[in-house]
T-cell receptor
Framework: DTAVSQTPKYLVTQMGNDKSIKCEQN?????MYWYKQDSKKFLKIMFS???????INETVPNRFSPKSPDKAHLNLHINSLELGDSAVYFC???????????FGPGTRLTVT | AQSVSQHNHHVILSEAASLELGCNYS??????LFWYVQYPGQHLQLLLK??????LVKGIKGFEAEFIKSKFSFNLRKPSVQWSDTAEYFC??????????????FGSGTRLSIRP
């Protein structure tokens, strides 16, 4: 009964490659998010989608492109990976508005 | 710009000690407030939340937090910690009326280490 799931859990790749992380939620939420957690545990929002519409787009390089095929899925595609992209990426979901967010297990991305 | 400050970066306690983790935010309007916990190697889980009403809120695992509006604070407390409370704790704020987007702002986290 996983609420927010992400795949893969670990991703090791070389600089310059393109990779995707998938996220799915079965909570019936209409808003989904991507966060980046750096090595110092600092969490920063990257994107937010509500009913497949982009509503938050923080200062993130164009190499990062979210895609929401439906309101239960929000995938993150990263082009031309760089060393600085190494981090843990968390997906989250919530009801629209100012409500608590539920987080996925995270994807640890290591770029070598 | 809105921000959330957690001044204690690393707290070390012995089992059964009392805990208080500080959280302050900068926003003059109405806010929703949260504490999340991240156990080693795991995802963030909601400990407790405050939307309105009684400023003393109780969460899971014996945690509670008190919202003091005049101090822009939402400190987390637990009367007696256990070794299993070892984790990273994040305070978070959603400023209301900022936009239709629920942009949650996280503090930098406090690492809690409990000595058995």
């Amino acid at each position: 009964d996983t609420a927010v799931s992400q795949t893969p859990k670990y991703l090791v790749t070389q600089m310059g490659n393109d990779k995707s992380i998938k996220c799915e939620q079965n909570l019936g939420h209409d808003t989904m998010y991507w966060y980046k957690q750096d090595s110092k545990k600092f969490l920063k929002i990257m994107f937010s989608y509500n009913n497949k519409e982009l509503i938050i787009n923080e200062t993130v390089p164009n190499r990062f492109s979210p895609k929401s095929p439906d309101k239960a899925h929000l995938n993150l595609h990263i082009n031309s990976l760089e060393l600085g992209d190494s981090a843990v990426y968390f997906c989250a979901s919530s009801h629209k508005g100012y409500y608590e967010q539920y987080f996925g297990p995270g994807t640890r991305l290591t770029v070598t | 710009a809105q921000s959330v400050s957690q001044h204690n970066h690393h707290v070390i306690l012995s089992e059964a000690a009392s805990l208080e983790l500080g959280c302050n935010y900068s926003y003059g309007g109405t806010v929703n407030l949260f504490w999340y916990v991240q156990y080693p190697g795991q995802h963030l889980q909601l400990l407790l939340k405050y939307f309105s009403g009684d400023p003393l809120v109780k969460g899971i695992k014996g945690f509670e937090a008190e919202f003091i509006k005049s101090k822009f604070s939402f400190n987390l407390r637990k009367p007696s910690v256990q070794w299993s409370d070892t984790a990273e704790y994040f305070c978070a704020v959603i400023p209301m009326g900022y936009s239709s987007a629920s942009k949650i702002i996280f503090g930098s986290g406090t690492r809690l280490s409990i000595r058995p």
